[in-house]
């Protein structure tokens, strides 16, 4: 048998990709399942059916609330049985912090469209009149959420695919390899004797929990873990006998504090539990369902916090339950995208929520070659090497599983793990008072306790800030700020950026094509670009250096390297003219930035780095005492410096003469806080922020990087088109002057009542003593001097649209 696609796994993820495949008109898809296909055996048919249409991640909020919308269009699987009651989706809070928080997921509703309704403990009461009051501080409600019947939604896409004619399903087979031949998708083989092997241009593996066995046959990585979540039913409970005639007429509830959800079942009430130790499950180890024999000393305690919650509970007991299996990956994120082996593309590890956009995505990915979403948090070429280690994979799995109803701070670097990865002169940080945090998974500092005598001598400039707010902050960070300002600082920068070497006689011609800047410069040059997709989107910006005629360096971020490598070796050429080599683990960087930069640096090196020998925006191969140094000068912090490259085992000699040469000036080390706040006052974009491959370059403000008259470029006609026809929103920078003005990305930008934008980043201005933000508004609202409104955790601030480039706007510090 051949076909063009097939999908493995007819659970909510696989029929998606289908039908989205079959809306857009392809032909030949075959989807195999080992089970049965209206009731298969993953976690599609026992999932509770709870929609997530909001959530404090703005990734996952656009999947729900486009899933959800989707879901109410569905046509009945079954004539006459609901798949969506529109109930609502609620959280409740036992503390007062936790309730401060649904005043932020309020505000990531208001940014994205969707009603967010906060309550009070009396209004939970009036939705859930079993609740004991007393034992929460309110809640929220989420109209647009539900109860679902996440099989028969399946089943519904499904049959839609199949009329379409594009779509042949099979059950009871199961597949037992997938066949790959010169690097590419050749065949699935399968144990269903009537279709021993499917000849095939793409696979789509769409098998959740038993993804990584086909993986593992194939030789590709899928780091992920299946876990184990309570579920159980109550016997029928008299406070539901006036409602049992409609399955679920209640919300469904989480109850965030006690790790606890509960939805109706007619008169029971089901009740799902991560309130228990975390269970993980070797896949190879995995049952025929998504489902393990029930535990109950581990529901024990949660069941006594939940009578206590819902005291007609105390009248009756537990009929059964179950321990159904979810996957977990190492950061929280689905598996999604094209694999090293051309045409096997996968997307597991998500939720009934967000199923039907991600499957969206997906088939647009694969036929398009853009997924029309930012799509590098769960893009499956994202892994470092030490995320597919085994014990890293099992603590980093138990982990997100243990954090899942946890208040996750925007600036927390969530990670089980730590002191895996170290720099060269890791010692130096610790015996400085780092405040370290993983960074691409090698600890790093976000400020230096050593330096808290500087706060004294700039109190008057860093506002005070309290509670959540000053959580992953420190007053130090705006003493390190201003040291950039003012002196010079030192920046481990081993965790921020990666060098992608490109090599060979095809080199230039290949960045060109990459690129919208013109790289054909002088050796010694350095040039900053955008890459973009094929929609016309920012892939990437970055700085290249030329070291040599047919050698450059990309410098990118070093956290997704790995994912955008996978994107670059795409665009390779096919005569191994090219070769793109990862030196980011090889080098170790560091950042020497500051008003007495070149001070410091003439004392331990011999090269000339005057203004008129090394001048800015170049780079130069150098001596840094008997360190060899690939040292660009530039600067993410909008003063005079370098940035200084050297390898590993050079990495500590470096520090220490760097170090020494700045004793002189009382050069601190500055933490990666210092100058994530010191690029905002330059107006410099924060990738994967202000600027992603969903935004454009006009909409960003970096036309000027895009030169039509080189010749061509990815994404060239795309972004022609957007000059040509405008662009309807813009990034702008909007300035506060209140003192206790914070926002950290995402909340909603408004005018009067009416929201017309979201914030993408904001961070305080300790040298302009302005909170700064970036924001994207419609073109009537871009014009500087408009005023708006910025809501936060409840409060408005007051903003103004302002130049972006509020410190030193002709660069003449850096030029110095």
């Known amino acids: 048998m051949k076909a063009n696609i097939v999908i493995i796994g007819a659970g909510i993820i696989g029929v998606s990709v ?208 299946p876990g184990q979540h309570q579920y159980i039913y109550t016997e029928p409970t008299p406070v539901l006998d006036d409602y049992k005639s409609i399955e679920a007429q209640f919300p469904i509830v989480a109850v965030d504090d006690l790790s606890l959800y509960f939805r109706q079942h007619h008169d029971r009430l089901g009740i799902g539990s991560y309130h228990h130790r975390a269970m993980l499950v070797d896949p190879h180890q995995l049952p025929k369902q998504a489902m393990m024999p029930f535990t109950p000393d581990d529901f024990t305690h949660a069941w006594s916090l939940m009578q206590e919650l819902l005291p007609p509970l105390h009248s009756t007991s537990i009929s059964h339950g179950f321990n159904g299996m979810f996957s977990f990956t190492v950061d929280g994120f689905p598996i999604v995208g094209e694999s090293p082996v051309k045409g ?66 925007p600036n927390q670097v969530s990670s089980r793990v730590r002191n895996l990865r170290l720099s060269p002169h890791h010692e130096r940080l610790v015996e400085l008072g780092a405040e370290l945090a993983p960074f691409a998974g090698i600890e790093t500092g976000l400020w230096y306790n050593s330096n808290a005598p500087l706060v004294e001598r700039y109190a008057e400039r860093i506002p005070e800030r309290t509670g959540w ?82 050698r450059y360096w990309m410098l990118t971020g070093k956290s997704n390297v790995y994912g955008e490598m996978a994107w670059m070796r795409r665009w390779l050429p096919d005569d191994d003219s090219v070769q793109i080599i990862n030196r980011g683990d090889e080098y170790v960087g560091l950042a020497l930035w500051g008003a007495n930069a070149r001070a410091v640096l003439e004392k331990v090196t011999h090269h000339d780095v005057s203004n008129d020998a090394f001048p800015y925006y170049t780079v130069q191969q150098i001596g840094v005492g008997m360190a060899p140094v690939i040292a660009l000068r530039l600067s993410y912090v909008g003063e005079l410096g370098w940035e200084l490259y050297t390898p590993n085992n050079f990495g500590l000699h470096l520090y220490n003469t760097l170090w020494e040469a700045g004793r002189e000036f009382d050069m601190p080390a500055c933490g990666i806080g210092s100058v994530l706040s010191a690029r905002l006052e330059k107006g410099y974009r924060l990738f994967g922020a202000d600027i992603t491959p969903e935004v454009n370059a006009y909409e960003a403000g970096l036309a000027g990087l895009v030169r039509y008259n080189k010749g061509d470029f990815i994404g060239r006609d795309a972004s022609l088109r957007f000059k040509e026809k405008g662009v309807a929103r813009q990034l702008v920078c909007l300035t506060f002057d209140d003192r206790k ?65 509020l410190y030193d706007p002709r660069n003449e510090r850096m030029r110095a």
């Open 741 to 805: 003005a914070v926002m950290f990305g995402n909340e909603p930008v408004l005018s009067g009542d009416q929201v017309i934008g979201r914030i993408t980043s904001g961070n305080y201005g300790y040298a302009v003593g302005k909170f700064i933000a970036f924001a994207f508004v419609p073109n009537d609202f871009a014009t500087i001097g408009t005023r708006v409104r910025v809501r936060y955790a409840g409060n408005f601030f007051e903003g103004v649209v302002s130049d972006p480039v």
């Open 469 to 550: 707010e000053a959580q992953y902050w420190s007053r130090i960070q705006g003493a390190e700020h201003l040291t950039f300002r003012e002196n010079v600082g030192l920046v481990d920068w081993s965790a921020g950026m990666a060098a992608v070497e490109v090599v060979g006689r095809g080199a230039t011609a290949y960045l060109n094509r990459l690129c919208t800047n013109n790289v054909d410069k002088p050796v010694g040059s350095l040039i900053y670009t955008l890459l973009l997709n094929q929609a016309g989107g920012i892939q990437r910006d970055l700085t290249i250096a030329r070291l040599a005629e047919n």
């Open 344 to 409: 096997f593309w996968t997307s597991v590890g998500a939720w009934l929520s967000f199923a039907a956009e991600l499957g969206k995505v997906l088939a647009q990915w694969m036929t398009t070659g853009d997924p029309g979403m930012d799509m590098r948090s769960a893009d499956i070429n994202r892994f470092h090497p030490h995320h597919l280690n085994r014990e890293y994979l099992t603590r980093q799995s138990k982990y997100q599983y243990e954090i899942g109803f946890d208040i996750i701070h």
């Open 18 to 225: 289908a039908y989205h495949l079959a809306q857009l008109g392809v032909q030949d898809i075959v989807l195999l399942d080992k089970g049965d296909l209206d009731e298969n055996d993953g976690s599609t048919s026992h999932a509770p059916g709870g929609m997530r249409v909001v959530t404090f991640s703005d990734w996952f909020t656009r999947l729900g609330s486009r899933s959800s919308d989707l879901y109410k269009q569905l046509p009945l699987a079954v004539e006459g049985e609901e798949q969506f009651f529109r109930t609502g989706s609620m959280q409740i809070a036992s503390k007062p912090e936790r309730f401060e928080s649904y005043k932020r997921l309020q505000e990531m509703g208001m940014s994205y469209g969707r009603e967010v309704l906060l309550l009070t403990p009396a209004e939970v009461k009036g939705y859930l009149p079993f609740i004991d009051e007393k034992k929460i501080v309110g809640g929220v409600r989420i109209p647009d959420g539900g109860v679902v019947k996440t099989a028969r939604l399946a089943t519904s896409m499904r049959r839609l695919a199949e009329a379409s004619g594009q779509l042949t399903c099979y059950g009871e087979t199961t597949v037992t390899q997938v066949v790959a031949e010169g690097g590419r998708v050749r065949a699935v083989l399968t144990s269903n004797p009537n279709l021993p092997r499917i000849d095939c241009e793409q696979v789509v593996l769409c098998s959740n929990i038993w993804a990584p066995i086909l993986c593992e046959k194939l030789g590709v990585n899928m780091p992920l873990f």
